[in-house]
């Protein structure tokens, strides 16, 4: 079932839209339910959808090998109601980058990805108001995933941890 024009304008990454493209991005959607536990997508799948949570708590999770083993590291944290998810759906090469995994009970609006960049593409003038919008989501997320990756390489008095441990 698709989500009506009104519920689309709430939302952060539709601002500058005109009603025409509300309308028509609008006609793509379907909704999407997740149980706790529950993924999403993987990481180094293509991405097929972009997604915006409506409720809930979403998260990103990278799989990386620690200690001779296997395992997923949640990347940031949850992601909850306005935040979208899978912005590779309109960012060459289209593939995610990081798994998604529903926290807790979860539902989404899906946007398919290849019938959304078809309509960004004949409407060049709104595509630029939605990339914008997406890029400023994008940055967000690397200022903390930098933040994030410091705390995991330096102490509290910002030493190396790695370089210790060599030594």
């Given at each position: 079932?698709?989500?009506?024009?009104?519920?689309?304008?709430?939302?952060?990454?539709?601002?500058?839209?005109?009603?025409?493209?509300?309308?028509?991005?609008?006609?793509?959607?379907?909704?999407?339910?997740?149980?706790?536990?529950?993924?999403?997508?993987?990481?180094?799948?293509?991405?097929?959808?972009?997604?915006?949570?409506?409720?809930?708590?979403?998260?990103?999770?990278?799989?990386?090998?620690?200690?001779?083993?296997?395992?997923?590291?949640?990347?940031?944290?949850p992601?909850?109601?306005?935040?979208?998810?899978?912005?590779?759906?309109?960012?060459?090469?289209?593939?995610?980058?990081?798994?998604?995994?529903a926290?807790?009970?979860?539902?989404?609006?899906?946007?398919?990805?290849?019938?959304?960049?078809?309509?960004?593409?004949?409407?060049?003038?709104?595509?630029?108001?939605?990339?914008?919008?997406?890029?400023?989501?994008i940055?967000?997320?690397?200022?903390?995933?930098?933040?994030?990756?410091?705390?995991?390489?330096?102490?509290?008095?910002?030493?190396?941890?790695?370089?210790?441990?060599?030594?």
């Open positions: 079932n698709m989500v009506s024009p009104e519920v689309l304008r709430k939302y952060r990454l539709f601002a500058g839209q005109s009603n025409y493209m509300l309308e028509e991005m609008a006609m793509l959607t379907s909704e999407v339910e997740l149980e706790a536990g529950e993924w999403l997508f993987h990481e180094n799948e293509p991405a097929a959808h972009l997604y915006i949570v409506t409720e809930g708590a979403i998260s990103l999770c990278l799989y990386l090998y620690l200690n001779g083993s296997g395992q997923h590291i949640e990347s940031t944290s992601l909850g109601p306005r935040e979208a998810i899978g912005w590779s759906a309109l960012v060459k090469p289209h593939i995610y980058t990081f798994g998604a995994r926290e807790k009970k979860s539902r989404l609006i899906a946007f398919p990805a290849e019938p959304l960049r078809e309509l960004l593409d004949d409407n060049p003038g709104f595509g630029y108001y939605l990339l914008k919008n997406l890029a400023e989501v940055g967000d997320r690397l200022t903390s995933k930098c933040v994030q990756l410091l705390s995991l390489v330096l102490d509290k008095k910002g030493e190396p941890i790695l370089s210790k441990s060599v030594r």
